[in-house]
């Protein structure tokens, strides 16, 4: 009886190991990408956000939904440069909560800041300050890339996929816009950071440059990780 509660605690380790080999790295980089809103939650519950909780609130999902964005456009090229094939497995979750993110920013302004009051947000926010209106229309190029993240919309979608998820590109541009146009003096260096990120990432997906820095390395086998091609296209 002894042996065989040993046998059971050895194959449940082993069978713990071979499961970390395989999802340890998407559920760290998943968890690590969730910390902000588990942090603000906490803020929340303690009735810690500050003397502005509206500034909080659009401050750290702000800064999180370009961090996870720009990340999950990192992915393809640490992959396809560095041979890092296991980035491929967090694309899609980090592009799924790069726009969790830029949906609770959203919320924050249109329902926290707003009230709900469309004609507020029209005349006072969309008709005169621009960066409210590149931060919506990033929103809105986001919104079909979430809605078509599925393996079955891909299949749908065949050529036109791929296409179509080319706008988080654009998306990322505006969002940078919606940065640098809403800052401060002092502090548009942060913005000019995510700038110069977005004109990196895309410049290395020019592929005689993504040739000429690429290392060899061996393809992952198919079933090593997930590696969907939402939020990223591989070109």
Not at 40 to 58: E, S
Not at 90 to 114: E, M, Q, T, W
């Amino acid at each position: 009886m002894l042996l065989s509660a040993q046998q059971r605690v050895k194959s449940a380790f082993i069978a713990l190991a071979a499961f970390l080999r395989r999802e340890g790295f998407w559920w760290a980089v998943t968890l690590a990408a969730l910390t902000p809103l588990f942090w603000l939650l906490w803020r929340a519950a303690i009735g810690n956000l500050g003397v502005d909780p509206v500034n909080t609130i659009n401050n750290v999902t702000g800064r999180a939904a370009m961090i996870m964005l720009f990340l999950s456009l990192a992915c393809t090229p640490l992959s396809t440069i560095l041979g890092f094939h296991r980035a491929l497995t967090a694309r899609k979750s980090l592009g799924l909560i790069a726009f969790l993110y830029v949906s609770l920013h959203l919320l924050n302004f249109v329902g926290l800041d707003y009230g709900l009051n469309p004609e507020l947000i029209v005349q006072d926010a969309l008709l005169s300050k621009p960066y409210i209106l590149a931060g919506g229309l990033a929103f809105l190029l986001l919104l079909p890339l979430a809605i078509t993240s599925t393996r079955g919309w891909m299949r749908r979608l065949g050529k036109r996929w791929k296409q179509l998820h080319r706008l988080v590109y654009v998306a990322g541009a505006l969002a940078v816009l919606h940065f640098l146009w809403q800052a401060k003096a002092t502090e548009r260096w942060e913005p000019a950071i995510y700038g110069a990120l977005l004109i990196l990432l895309l410049v290395v997906r020019i592929p005689r440059i993504r040739r000429s820095l690429a290392i060899r390395s061996p393809r992952p086998a198919k079933s090593a990780a997930r590696t969907n091609r939402t939020w990223q296209p591989s070109e």
